[in-house]
C-alpha cells in the first residue's frame, strides 16, 4: 500500500537555525499539507499547496516558513530561523482530492 | 467555542465493550468529517470517513447530524488493539482542504 514517507525522523537544531523537513507524497495524489503537533497538544493545520502553489495557510505559518516542491516526488517545509516554540512533531500529508488525507509518520523537531 | 470539540476521556473499558465518542463543531459551512485515530507519537490514521446518511465499517459507525452539528463514532466489541486517541476532524469549505481537528479522545481497552 503505497505511503507517505519523512525525513529526517528527528531532528535537533539549534535556535535560529533553518531547518528542512522532507516528505515524499503517495505518487497520484495532487494535494499536499503540512500540519504540526506540539506535544500534548492538538494536530494544528500548517499549509496546504497544490498545483506548485499555496492553496491556504494557517496564523502559524509566517514568514519564517515556506514550503517547495523541488521536483516531481518531493515537498519539503523549510523554517529559516528556528525558534524554541517551534519544537514539535510535524507532519506531512497528502491526497487525491480536498478530502481524505493521508499522513506522513512525522518528524520530530527538537530546538535548542 | 473551540472549532471542534469532542469527549474529554479518557475512557477506559473492558474488552467486548461497545463505546461511543462525541464531537461537535461550530463552523456549519465545513463539507466533510472523519474520524482518525492516534496511537501515541504516532501519525494520525484515517479511521472512516462520516457521511450524513450514516455509515459503517465493520466494529465501527460513524454518525452526521448536520442540524446539531453533531458528528459520533460507535465502536462495537472493543479489542485490545482499539486502544488509541480517537481525533474527530472536520474540512471547511473553500479553504484549501485544511483539516481541523478535535483534541482528540483517548480510548484504553483493558482485557
Known amino acids: 500500500e503505497p505511503e507517505v514517507t519523512q525525513t529526517p525522523s528527528h531532528q535537533v537544531t539549534q535556535m535560529g537555525q533553518e531547518v528542512i523537513l522532507r516528505c515524499v507524497p503517495i505518487?497520484?495524489?495532487?494535494?499536499f499539507y503540512w500540519y504540526r503537533q506540539i506535544l500534548g497538544q492538538k494536530v494544528e493545520f500548517l499549509v496546504s499547496?497544490?498545483?506548485?502553489?499555496?492553496?491556504?495557510k494557517s496564523e502559524i505559518f509566517d514568514d519564517q516558513f515556506s514550503v517547495e516542491r523541488p521536483d516531481g516526488s518531493n515537498f519539503t517545509l523549510k523554517i529559516r530561523s528556528t525558534k524554541l516554540e517551534d519544537s514539535a512533531m510535524y507532519f506531512c500529508?497528502?491526497?487525491?482530492?480536498?478530502?481524505?488525507?493521508?499522513f506522513g509518520p512525522g518528524t520530530r523537531l527538537t530546538v535548542l | 467555542r473551540k472549532e471542534v470539540e469532542q469527549d474529554p476521556g479518557p475512557f477506559n473499558v473492558p474488552e467486548g465493550a461497545t463505546v461511543a465518542f462525541n464531537c461537535t463543531y461550530s463552523n456549519s459551512a465545513s463539507q466533510s468529517f472523519f474520524w482518525y485515530r492516534q496511537d501515541c507519537r504516532k501519525e494520525p490514521k484515517l479511521l472512516m470517513s462520516?457521511?450524513?446518511s450514516g455509515n459503517e465499517d465493520g466494529r465501527f459507525t460513524a454518525q452526521l447530524n448536520r442540524a446539531s452539528q453533531y458528528i459520533s463514532l460507535l465502536i462495537r466489541d472493543s479489542k485490545l488493539s482499539d486502544s488509541a486517541t480517537y481525533l474527530c476532524v472536520s474540512i471547511p469549505y473553500n479553504q484549501g482542504g485544511k483539516l481541523i481537528f478535535g483534541q482528540g479522545t483517548e480510548l484504553s481497552v483493558k482485557p
Open positions: 505518487s497520484n495524489h495532487l494535494y
Open positions: 462520516v457521511y450524513s
Open positions: 499547496f497544490y498545483n506548485n502553489e499555496i492553496s491556504e
Open positions: 500529508a497528502s491526497s487525491v482530492d480536498y478530502n481524505e488525507q493521508f
